[in-house]
């Protein structure tokens, strides 16, 4: 199965924060035969939190995304121009520009989410969560 990460699905995963996690997530997060995908978008969404001092992590954002890329093995999910496109359709249910692409990206390669942000749900994507 193919599972595309939103942000704070990631961070809870790889970080300390794993109490927010439900078994099912980590389940499917840890299952080898699952390829989970990492959208730029997130990186994207990490670098400025972290930059602006929003995020903290335990080491510089190249250095900590891209250990984490390689630890977890995920794949990289790029954005394309359709993707940016997609987002003028979305209706506003949600605010956060980066979860609306996040939105976008699943909706186009109809891939599931693995988020606990039910507003997701609105949009129609398969959100994987409890």
Same mark, same amino acid.
């Given at each position: 199965m193919k599972l595309l990460l939103d942000t704070c699905s990631f961070? *809870?995963? $790889?970080?300390?924060?794993? +109490?927010?996690?439900?078994p099912k997530a980590?389940?499917?997060f840890l299952d080898g035969r699952n390829r989970v995908l990492f959208s730029a978008v997130s990186a994207w969404e990490i670098s400025i939190k972290w930059s602006i001092g929003k995020l903290e992590l335990t080491s510089? $954002?190249?250095e900590f995304l891209t250990? +984490? =890329?390689l630890l977890n093995k995920l794949t990289i999910l790029p954005v394309h121009l359709?993707?940016?496109i997609k987002v003028? #359709?979305?209706?506003f249910h949600h605010k956060d520009p980066f979860d609306r692409l996040l939105i976008a990206?699943? =909706? /186009?390669? #109809?891939?599931p989410l693995l988020s606990a942000d039910p507003t997701f749900d609105l949009y129609g994507v398969?959100? /994987? *969560?409890?």
């Open positions: 961070l *809870w995963l $790889v970080t300390e924060n794993s +109490q927010k996690i439900t980590e389940t499917l510089p $954002v190249h250990k +984490q =890329i359709e993707h940016a003028a #359709e979305l209706p990206q699943s =909706i /186009i390669e #109809e891939i398969h959100r /994987i *969560w409890a």
